[in-house]
T-cell receptor
């Protein structure tokens, strides 16, 4: 079993739609959680951290469920520029390593 | 402020050849990392360094060596390239206090024939 699992997609949605991605992780001792964004043939960039209380950044909302070892990302009012691959990332308890999921590809269409 | 840079951007090697990938950062970061990214596999950590003169193995270290002689540089070496090492290699760096926010370089595409 992969340590961090994501549905690879692609998710094809129209502009303005709301879309949600999920991710599960296997190490219950994991301490930190993130979503990174990766555009085609580019490097990953941090999108947002994920906290137990949930957090929101504009149109993006991230949730963490430690009991179920589950992370989610919700994107509201999708824009064409949101088209990218979204990587679920989990940090180990020592804080010196990140484990990346395989990514979920989003395509927003006009 | 260039951030994280990688050299070269693209390289083709024959099986058995050696090469060194260079990563440089100008943000005074303590931590540096080398990853490889393969289709459907996500990024996998090869080696990392928590400071000048230190290195440690990641998830997939076999076939690679690293050195961190200067704080700003992290080198990844392939002594005898194999087709299985065909991949995109990303370098990243981070501050001590926010280690999980990693800043990535643009990547090196390596093809081993």
């Amino acid at each position: 079993r992969k340590e961090v699992e994501q549905d690879p997609g692609p998710f094809n949605v129209p502009e303005g739609a709301t879309v949600a991605f999920n991710c599960t992780y296997s190490n219950s001792a994991s301490q930190s959680f993130f979503w990174y964004r990766q555009d085609c043939r580019k490097e990953p960039k941090l999108l947002m951290s994920v906290y137990s209380s949930g957090n929101e950044d504009g149109r993006f909302t991230a949730q963490l469920n430690r009991a179920s070892q589950y992370i989610s990302l919700l994107i509201r009012d999708s824009k064409l520029s949101d088209s990218a691959t979204y990587l679920c990332v989990v940090g180990n308890n020592a804080g010196n390593m990140l484990t990346f999921g395989g990514g979920t590809r989003l395509m927003v269409k006009p | 402020n260039a951030g994280v840079t990688q050299t070269p951007k693209f390289r083709v090697l024959k099986t058995g050849q050696s090469m060194t990938l260079l990563c440089a950062q100008d943000m005074n970061h303590e931590y540096m990392y080398w990853y490889r990214q393969d289709p459907g596999m996500g990024l996998r950590l090869i080696h990392y360094s928590v400071g000048e003169g230190t290195t440690a193995k990641g998830e997939v270290p076999d076939g690679y060596n690293v050195s961190r002689l200067k704080k700003q540089n992290f080198l990844l070496g392939l002594e005898s390239a194999a087709p299985s090492q065909t991949s995109v290699y990303f370098c990243a760096s981070s501050y001590i206090r926010v280690r999980e926010t990693q800043y990535f370089g643009p990547g090196t595409r390596l093809l081993v024939l």
